[in-house]
């Protein structure tokens, strides 16, 4: 077995590089964000962790916030470098990192969103790293799964409520799981988001 075999990073690097090249995907913020942009300071610094195609970091970046975006993927940060040369937004600095070896110092950022990643010991590191009146923006998925997106191992899903949990630290501002209710077709389902502050 080589160390490429062995080494669970590089295993996840390589998965993820061949998801983002995919021409295809396009960088979105996450609803959690886009409902709830009346509740972001004016300005400020962000972090959009494990940022995937960055949509929330483009998104924030637009909005004036100086921002970090960080993923493992070199093949999505290349994107986002690309998309904010074409935006001319100098105020978002991409970088390939791994989250969970090198995570946000203490009272780091104003903002942090996470948006479709779910390592739980994080936590606590993410609430340390906003600064005091810094708000949390989280979305991932629920163990509700109506739909077959997202991904099939339940650790990596939200069992009710754990968010609240998790986040039970910070004052909540807004928290909703979307579930079977209602016509399936629309909205957003099998998914719980927050909005917290420290």
């Not at 100098?90 to 779910?118: C, K, M, W």
């Not at 590191?125 to 923006?137: D, E």
């Amino acid at each position: 077995m080589s160390q490429q075999e062995s080494d669970p990073t590089q295993q996840l690097r390589i998965k993820w590089d061949q998801r983002y090249a995919d021409a295809e995907k396009v960088a979105r913020p996450a609803e959690v964000l886009l409902s709830n942009a009346h509740l972001l300071p004016e300005q400020g610094s962000a972090l959009d962790l494990a940022c995937g195609l960055g949509g929330n970091a483009l998104f924030l970046a637009q909005r004036g916030f100086t921002v970090e975006a960080w993923d493992l993927s070199s093949v999505a940060i290349q994107r986002l470098v690309q998309a904010a040369g074409q935006l001319k937004l100098n105020n978002l600095h991409a970088r390939v990192r791994d989250v969970e070896g090198q995570p946000p110092q203490t009272e780091q950022f104003d903002v942090i969103v996470v948006s479709y990643f779910l390592e739980r010991s994080l936590i606590p590191t993410l609430i340390q790293a906003l600064k005091p009146g810094g708000l949390v923006f989280y979305q991932t998925f629920t163990r509700q799964a109506v739909s077959s997106e997202g991904p099939q191992n339940p650790a990596f899903r939200l069992a009710d409520q754990e968010l609240l949990q998790l986040f039970s630290q910070l004052q909540v501002c807004v928290y909703r799981e979307e579930g079977r209710l209602g016509d399936l077709s629309l909205g957003s389902r099998d998914v719980a988001m927050l909005v917290a502050q420290k």
